[in-house]
C-alpha cells in the first residue's frame, strides 16, 4: 500500500493514499460549459463553470502521469426517457426541457453532442465513465461496483456544479463509506455563493462530508510520490 500523503485542506490535512483513491470528474459537459450549449440557452453565465476546466486540466495530467484511477460522469437519460422522472421533466418553466432540441442536440440525451464531454478533459482509454441519470453518480449507476472492484477508498473529488451534482455525489460517497476530497478550485458553479455554500456544507462540523482542498496541493502531494528523490 502506498504511503499516506498529507494534502492541506479544511477542516485538518487530508491523508491521501494514491493507489486507493480515484479522481471523479463530475459532468464536465458541453451542454454545461460551452458558449452555445443548452446552459447557456437558459440565460446562464457559462463562464463561471469554465474557470474551472485550467485546474482540472493540470490535476487531471498529474493524476495520469502518476499512474492513478480517473472516472468521468456524465448526467444524461436514454433517448426513449424512460429513465426520466416526470417529476424531473417538467421541473420549472424553462422553455427547453430535457429531451427537446438545443443548440447541440437533444438536451441532456445520451448519445447528443451536447451530453458529451467537454474536448479539453475527454477522457482516454481505461478512463470509465459514469452515465447518470440523477444527480448523484451512485444513483442507478455501477460506480459503487467498479471502486470496489478496483480497492477504492478514497474519491478526489472536481467537475460541475458544485452545489448540486458534486455535493450530491460526496454526500452518496459518505453514505458509502468512501474519504472525499472536494478540489475547491475545479469546481464551480453558475451561482458563485452556491459554490461557495456548498464547499462550506462538505468540510463543516469537523468534515460532515468530507475534506475540501486545492488542485496544486494535491499535484504537489502526488508529484513527491512520484519522485524517486522526495
Known amino acids: ?45 457559462v463562464s463561471q463553470l469554465r474557470r474551472a476546466i485550467a485546474p482540472n486540466q493540470r490535476l487531471l495530467a498529474a493524476w495520469r502521469a502518476a499512474g492513478l484511477t480517473v472516472i468521468h460522469t456524465r448526467e444524461g437519460h436514454r433517448p426513449d426517457l424512460a429513465d426520466l422522472p416526470p417529476a424531473k421533466h417538467r421541473r420549472g418553466d424553462a422553455p427547453l426541457k430535457i429531451g ?38 451512485f444513483f442507478a449507476t455501477d460506480l459503487h461496483a467498479i471502486l470496489q ?3 477504492i477508498a478514497q474519491l478526489v473529488v472536481t467537475g460541475v456544479t458544485t452545489e448540486v451534482c458534486v455535493n450530491t455525489t460526496i454526500r452518496e460517497a459518505n453514505d458509502r463509506g468512501y474519504d472525499c476530497l472536494a478540489v475547491a478550485d475545479c469546481c464551480a458553479s453558475y451561482f458563485p455563493e452556491f459554490h461557495e455554500a456548498g464547499l462550506r ?14 488542485s496544486a496541493a494535491i499535484i504537489e502531494a502526488i508529484s513527491q510520490r512520484s519522485d524517486p528523490d522526495a
Open 1 to 45: 500500500m502506498d504511503n499516506m500523503l498529507p494534502v492541506s485542506a479544511a477542516p485538518s490535512a487530508f491523508a491521501l493514499r494514491p493507489a486507493q483513491s480515484a479522481l471523479v470528474i463530475i459532468d464536465m459537459q458541453r451542454d454545461f460549459l460551452e458558449p452555445g450549449g443548452f446552459g447557456a440557452a437558459l440565460g446562464n453565465d
Open 149 to 151: 472492484n478496483l480497492g
Open 100 to 137: 427537446d432540441a438545443g443548440p447541440m442536440g437533444r438536451i441532456l440525451v445520451r448519445g447528443e453532442a451536447g451530453h458529451d464531454i467537454i474536448a479539453e478533459l475527454y477522457p482516454i482509454a481505461g478512463e470509465p465513465v459514469i452515465d447518470k441519470p440523477g444527480k448523484g453518480a
Open 201 to 214: 456544507m462538505i468540510s463543516a462540523q469537523g468534515g460532515i462530508f468530507g475534506w475540501v482542498g486545492n
